[in-house]
């Protein structure tokens, strides 16, 4: 697998978010290059008319666009995923991740809040036509030093499906 991507919704640069979607995707790729979306370094662009992008953020999402695999992280504010998250993923169109398969991914402060991947990022990468065929990556923060466990366990029994899904 060549084209990996993870899109941290933290706007924090070295977030615990960021860390647990890069672990993430650094296993499901098996060891192949990851590519690194860090949205917080297009955060200023995402709010300027459509005719102002930067080349940056055109080029971010054109590398989600073109993904194979896409890890989609977010921290729980407020029991959802991030608004930057969401201004991101809003400059998609219906239908225009239907070549990606997605995994979303949750970080919280609480277990109660585990539900926002399933719940609420499932259904905003099924619109845009992202393939969500496994239980999203939830991690509470109390237990980021077992992230290497964690992450090994979830990618042992969820990579099967990844895998076929990818070269079908």
Sequence with gaps: ???????SGNPRVGSRTHRVGLAL???LSGG?????LEVITIADQLFAAPDQRSTELKQALTTLREAD????ATPVYKASYTGLLKSFLDLY???DLNSV???PVVVSGSPTHSFVGEIHLRPLLTELGAVVATPSFA??????DDLGTLVRDWTRQHHPTIDRLLHR
Excluded at 32 to 36: G, H, L
Excluded at 69 to 72: G, P, Q, R, Y
Aim: glycine share 4%.
């Design 32 to 36: 192949s290059p990851v590519t690194d």
């Design 1 to 7: 697998m060549s084209n990996v991507v993870a899109v």
């Design 101 to 103: 398969v997605a995994v």
């Design 139 to 144: 991690l509470v923060e109390k237990n980021l």
């Design 93 to 95: 169109n219906a239908g």
């Design 69 to 72: 695999l896409a890890i989609i």
């Design 25 to 27: 995707a650094r296993a």
